[in-house]
C-alpha cells in the first residue's frame, strides 16, 4: 500500500490557461474520487469513479471541469480555461467496494490562478 | 441530501485536559459517520467511523467518538489532550446507500503546553 499519490502538488497559472492533474489510487482500489477544498472549508465532492465508468457529477463540476479514468487505474482532473474561482486544492480518494469502507486521501494538488 | 454541521470553528484545550470536536449531521436513511484529520500540508487521515453497533467508537491516537441518533450527533472526544493533536479535524456522513461523502467546515484544534 504506497497511499493515494497526486501530482503536482503545487500548479500556479494564468487566467485562460488550461491544466490537468493526477491521481494515482491505491492499486486495489475500484472506488476514486475527486474533491475541491477551499480555505476555510470542508472538502466539497466534485465526482465519482467506479472503475473506469464516472457515476455522478456534481453541480460544481462546469463543463470546464473534465475527469477520466481510462481502465480503472489512475485518473486525469482537466479545467479548460482556468478562472481565479478555480483557485483552491484539488483532492483526490480511494476507497474498496465495499459500502461502509473509509477513503484515503491524496495529499492534493493546490491550484493559484492568476 | 445529506449534511454535517460542526458549530465551533475553533476549540482550544491545555495539554492533559479533555478535547471534545462537536458534530452534527443530517441525512436520509442510516448515517455513516466520519472523523478524519487533517495536519498541514497533509492530506486527510482517517481517525474513526461509526456504521452500527455500539454507540461509542474508538479510534486512531486515542480518539473516541459517540454517536447519539436522537440528538442526530457525532462528537470527537479524547480524555486527555496533547500538543500533537493541534490540527483540523472533519466530521463526514454519507447516507448508507451513497458513496459520496459530505465533510462539516472543519474545526481548529489548538492544545497548549
Known amino acids: 500500500d504506497t497511499g493515494v499519490s497526486q501530482d503536482p502538488r503545487h500548479k500556479i497559472t494564468k487566467r485562460g490557461q488550461n491544466v490537468t492533474f493526477r491521481c494515482d489510487p491505491i492499486s486495489e482500489h475500484n472506488r476514486l474520487y475527486w474533491y475541491r477544498q477551499t480555505l476555510g472549508q470542508g472538502p466539497e465532492f466534485l465526482t465519482y469513479f467506479q472503475n473506469e465508468a464516472q457515476l455522478e457529477k456534481s453541480r460544481l463540476l462546469s463543463d470546464r471541469f473534465s475527469a477520466e479514468r481510462p481502465k480503472g487505474s489512475f485518473s486525469t482532473l482537466e479545467i479548460q480555461r482556468t478562472e481565479q474561482g478555480d483557485s483552491a486544492m484539488y483532492l483526490c480518494?480511494?476507497?474498496?467496494?465495499?459500502?461502509?469502507?473509509?477513503?484515503?486521501f491524496g495529499s492534493g494538488t493546490q491550484l493559484s490562478v492568476l | 441530501a445529506q449534511s454535517v454541521a460542526q458549530p465551533e470553528d475553533q476549540v482550544n484545550v491545555a495539554e492533559g485536559n479533555p478535547l471534545t470536536v462537536k458534530c452534527t449531521y443530517s441525512v436520509s436513511g442510516n448515517p455513516y459517520l466520519f472523523w478524519y484529520v487533517q495536519y498541514p500540508n497533509r492530506g486527510l487521515q482517517f481517525l474513526l467511523k461509526y456504521i452500527t453497533g455500539d454507540n461509542l467508537v474508538k479510534g486512531s491516537y486515542g480518539f473516541e467518538a459517540e454517536f447519539n441518533k436522537s440528538q442526530t450527533s457525532f462528537h470527537l472526544k479524547k480524555p486527555s489532550a496533547l500538543v500533537s493533536d493541534s490540527a483540523l479535524y472533519f466530521c463526514a456522513v454519507r447516507a448508507g446507500n451513497d458513496y459520496k461523502l459530505s465533510f462539516g467546515a472543519g474545526t481548529t484544534v489548538t492544545v497548549r503546553a
Open positions: 480518494a480511494s476507497s474498496g467496494d465495499r459500502g461502509n469502507e473509509k477513503l484515503f
